[in-house]
């Protein structure tokens, strides 16, 4: 009787029924059973070493001299649209939808095509030759996958969507202006999720209620994205209620908890009591905050390279920990904000300026969120 053999197995071996490329645009497996959405700027992608994970919370603290906020958000709406991602928005002003004809179109930025081949050429040098079998041909690109879709688009900021792109898509707007209640916010965002698929068609209860994430399986059929503008603006009558709002905060958590969605949420910390502020930033799972830089500043012109392109500064305090304990070590937390041909949105690190004066490249060009950053050649 011939004795039956076991397939060789190797501590390289990959596990392909896990790791496979998601079908549905928009969407980037990680570790842990962890699924990425894009954020809508490149560079925060790879800072953030994958995106917005599925289920999270992002809140970015607002500069109150500048609506710097503006930039991440629209960003983060527009990447929704362009994979027909469901989308709600809510926002203090009287007319929400209006603010839809100010959203980015993408584009096409020469500096994206630099930051691909970098990225392909580390990877390359970082994985041996000997050992690139076992990663197979099926690892998703950053940028693109199978050529059909991109994971994250360069958007020019100087050209709005057309009106005619909306139509079709499942985009809900709501105001918080002269709601005296967040609850009736709360009740939409319930009902919104509720829409978005939780499971795929192969998925049900038991699934869900297993060790692995059921995220991890590659069967989310959609996505969805909550982007909430400046929550606790003075002209809204909950302005004052701080007790709920950070109840309106925990409950929307916890819903995103059980759902395909992230939820960007904006607000002001000076207009919040210093402990409010606090407890709202610990309710994040991923926490930024943006600040701009003034226009004429001598003593921050001298202190760092290509001061005269930056249009403010991108600090990253809290980093989402999705399915995992291990804290993750970024880098750098500060970045400065710079718009490529006053079109494209790039992020650079400021510890990473040449020191011939020429401005530096973005933190794409890098194409790697945990190795190190310094290049060049040595001299011996």
Not at 138 to 160: H, M, T, W
Not at 307 to 320: F, R, S, T
Request: with cysteine; proline share 5%.
């Amino acid at each position: 009787m011939a004795a039956t053999t076991k397939p060789r197995t190797s501590s390289f071996s990959r596990n392909l029924s896990s790791a496979h490329s998601s079908q549905t645009p928009g969407l980037k497996h990680g570790p842990n059973g962890t699924t990425f959405i894009s954020s809508g700027i490149p560079d925060l992608d790879k800072i953030l070493c994958g995106g917005f994970p599925l289920g999270s919370l992002v809140l970015v603290m607002e500069d109150a001299e500048a609506p710097h906020h503006m930039l991440l958000l629209r960003n983060f709406m527009s990447q929704g649209l362009v994979h027909n991602q469901p989308l709600l928005y809510a926002s203090p002003s009287r007319d929400p939808r209006g603010f839809l004809g100010t959203l980015p179109s993408p584009g096409t930025s020469k500096d994206s095509k630099s930051r691909d081949s970098s990225a392909e050429q580390e990877k390359g040098l970082r994985i041996a030759w000997q050992y690139k079998k076992y990663f197979g041909e099926s690892q998703e690109s950053v940028n693109a996958i199978d050529g059909k879709y991109e994971f994250c688009n360069d958007f020019d900021l100087r050209k709005p969507f057309d009106r005619h792109f909306f139509s079709g898509k499942h985009v809900e707007c709501v105001s918080i202006l002269d709601s005296s209640s967040l609850s009736t916010t709360l009740d939409r965002c319930a009902t919104f999720l509720s829409q978005v698929p939780r499971f795929g068609i192969q998925e049900d209860f038991i699934t869900w209620m297993s060790h692995d994430n059921s995220r991890n399986d590659g069967n989310i059929s959609s996505a969805g994205r909550i982007a909430i503008q400046s929550l606790c603006a003075p002209q809204c009558d909950h302005s004052n209620m701080e007790w709920e709002m950070l109840s309106f905060l925990r409950s929307l958590k916890s819903m995103l908890r059980s759902s395909n969605a992230v939820a960007v949420v904006t607000f002001s910390p000076s207009l919040l009591l210093p402990s409010f502020s606090k407890r709202w930033q610990h309710m994040a799972d991923t926490l930024l905050s943006v600040k701009a830089i003034p226009d004429e500043d001598k003593e921050l012109a001298n202190l760092l390279t290509g001061y005269q392109d930056m249009v403010g500064l991108l600090n990253i305090h809290k980093v989402a920990q999705i399915n995992t304990q291990v804290p993750r070590i970024l880098e750098a937390t500060t970045f400065s904000i710079k718009l490529q041909k006053r079109r494209f949105l790039v992020l650079e690190c400021l510890n990473q300026a040449p020191v011939d004066g020429s401005t530096g490249s973005s933190y794409g060009s890098t194409g790697s969120c945990s190795g190190s950053s310094k290049t060049g050649s040595l001299d011996f």
